[in-house]
């Protein structure tokens, strides 16, 4: 059985709201890099304040945001795909910066985390 934490279950809830918030500006944006900005960057800070492990779940909780974001709002004009079929491409695709910014966060941390140990 999985059981999170009290500390991880807030930066979940937070993870998904991220998420949403960078899926939501991908469905009214024109340029993609910025919503992979903030993928990563809210990946990045969010294993920041996690327990190092919990990064990839942190993860793909900004990116099943996305898909969250895409599953609650309207189609945008001409979209030939299922709001689910969408919502599942911008997913699997909003986990990569998400995965690559946890990793960076989580390793800041522990780099952190050591230097004050020194």
């Given amino acids: 059985m999985?059981?999170?934490?009290?500390?991880?279950?807030p930066l979940l809830l937070l993870a998904l709201a991220c998420?949403?918030?960078?899926g939501l500006w991908d469905l009214s944006a024109a340029a993609l890099h910025e919503t992979l900005a903030i993928l990563a960057v809210s990946a990045a800070l969010l294993a920041a304040?996690?327990?190092?492990?919990?990064?990839p779940l942190l993860a793909l909780a900004v990116a099943?945001?996305?898909l969250l974001a895409h599953l609650v709002s309207p189609p945008p004009p001409g979209a030939h795909l299922a709001p689910l079929e969408r919502g599942l491409i911008s997913a699997a695709v909003a986990a990569v910066p998400a995965l690559a910014g946890a990793a960076a966060g989580a390793g800041a941390a522990r780099l952190l985390a050591r230097r004050g140990r020194a």
């Fill in 2 to 9: 999985f059981l999170v934490s009290t500390r991880t279950a």
């Fill in 19 to 22: 998420g949403a918030c960078a």
């Fill in 49 to 55: 304040a996690a327990p190092p492990r919990r990064a």
């Fill in 64 to 66: 099943a945001g996305v």
